[in-house]
């Protein structure tokens, strides 16, 4: 019996192979430069748990824009949306990808943001900048926050700042100030209550700083993130003459200890 060699017949099915995969890339090739927008939109919506939601997006996933939406989730009921559109610019590179973000309501100049593949994780690079805030995008984001519901302005800098995931652990370096000027909540009639100074400052082992700068409530605390995990204590009490008026903002955001309310994270 004679036996037919195998080569000529595995050749065209190599072929086609190929051809299948050229095809396939092709395709890919063609489609995602002009991927919608709102497939960014979903992925963010997904990766958030719809606390942050880009609504009604123009555009592409490069090049597009939309509003911002703080939500407590899907199907919450606390919504707050920032004034204006957010226009993003995306471009990819041989290491990751670099992004602008346009908000003319809070950032006096676009945002930079970059960020890169790691061996086990991944980078996130801001450029050093200012940015403005209202406290009442908070309200969104669900507890406590739609409880407190906070007014006044939020101040955001950077310098140096970067985050780098490898696997579970966070590391954080650079700097991020976050003054929050003439805060005033719901559960007090004093407006505002005060001003106040978050300081995060990365390395080995970022530390937090929470600091009043004025006012009649006065917080004060500090913590520190190991990489996986957030430890934070503080307190907060009231300016002589000022107990009443903030009693029940303090029964609210710690545990009460006499005159203090005392604040423990993690």
Same mark, same amino acid.
């Given at each position: !019996?004679?036996?037919? +060699?195998?080569?000529?017949?595995?050749?065209?099915?190599?072929?086609?192979?190929?051809?299948?995969?050229? =095809?396939?890339?092709?395709?890919?090739?063609?489609?995602?430069?002009?991927? @919608? &927008?709102?497939?960014?939109?979903?992925?963010?919506?997904?990766? #958030?748990? %719809?606390?942050?939601?880009?609504?009604?997006?123009?555009?592409?996933?490069? $090049?597009?824009? &939309?509003?911002?939406?703080?939500?407590? %989730?899907?199907?919450?009921?606390? /919504? =707050?949306?920032? @004034?204006?559109?957010?226009?993003?610019?995306?471009?990819? $590179?041989?290491?990751?990808?670099?992004?602008?973000?346009?908000? @003319?309501?809070?950032?006096?100049? @676009?945002?930079?943001?970059?960020?890169?593949?790691?061996?086990?994780?991944?980078?996130?690079?801001?450029?050093? /900048?200012?940015?403005?805030? +209202?406290?009442? !995008?908070?309200?969104?984001?669900?507890?406590?926050?739609?409880?407190?519901?906070?007014?006044?302005?939020?101040?955001?800098?950077?310098?140096?700042?970067?985050?780098?995931?490898?696997?579970?652990?966070?590391?954080?370096?650079?700097?991020?100030?976050?003054?929050?000027?003439?805060?005033?909540?719901?559960?007090?009639?004093?407006? +505002?209550?005060? #001003?106040?100074?978050?300081? *995060?400052?990365?390395?080995?082992?970022?530390?937090?700083? *929470?600091?009043?700068?004025?006012?009649? *409530?006065?917080?004060?605390?500090?913590?520190?993130?190991? %990489?996986?995990?957030?430890?934070?204590? %503080?307190?907060?009490?009231?300016? +002589?003459?000022?107990?009443?008026?903030?009693? $029940?903002? *303090?029964?609210? =955001?710690?545990?009460?200890? $006499?005159?203090?309310?005392?604040?423990?994270?993690?």
């Amino acid at each position: !019996m004679v036996t037919r +060699p195998l080569l000529p017949e595995t050749k065209p099915r190599r072929g086609w192979r190929w051809a299948l995969l050229g =095809i396939a890339i092709g395709a890919v090739l063609a489609v995602v430069p002009f991927a @919608p &927008a709102r497939w960014l939109s979903g992925a963010l919506s997904n990766w #958030s748990q %719809g606390r942050l939601v880009l609504a009604n997006p123009r555009g592409t996933v490069w $090049n597009g824009t &939309a509003a911002v939406v703080f939500a407590s %989730g899907v199907g919450g009921a606390e /919504a =707050i949306s920032l @004034p204006g559109l957010l226009h993003w610019r995306m471009r990819p $590179n041989w290491s990751g990808l670099s992004a602008s973000l346009d908000l @003319p309501c809070c950032a006096a100049t @676009p945002l930079e943001l970059k960020a890169s593949l790691r061996a086990g994780g991944m980078q996130l690079e801001w450029q050093d /900048a200012r940015s403005r805030w +209202p406290a009442t !995008m908070l309200t969104g984001l669900g507890a406590p926050w739609n409880t407190l519901k906070l007014d006044g302005a939020l101040d955001l800098s950077t310098k140096a700042f970067a985050m780098q995931w490898d696997g579970p652990t966070l590391r954080i370096a650079g700097q991020a100030t976050l003054d929050a000027t003439d805060v005033s909540s719901s559960l007090s009639t004093l407006r +505002p209550m005060g #001003s106040y100074r978050l300081t *995060l400052e990365g390395g080995n082992r970022p530390t937090l700083l *929470l600091s009043t700068r004025e006012g009649s *409530l006065e917080l004060n605390g500090s913590g520190s993130w190991n %990489g996986t995990t957030f430890r934070f204590n %503080g307190e907060a009490s009231a300016a +002589p003459g000022r107990e009443d008026a903030l009693s $029940n903002l *303090l029964n609210i =955001i710690g545990r009460r200890d $006499n005159a203090r309310s005392i604040i423990t994270l993690g």
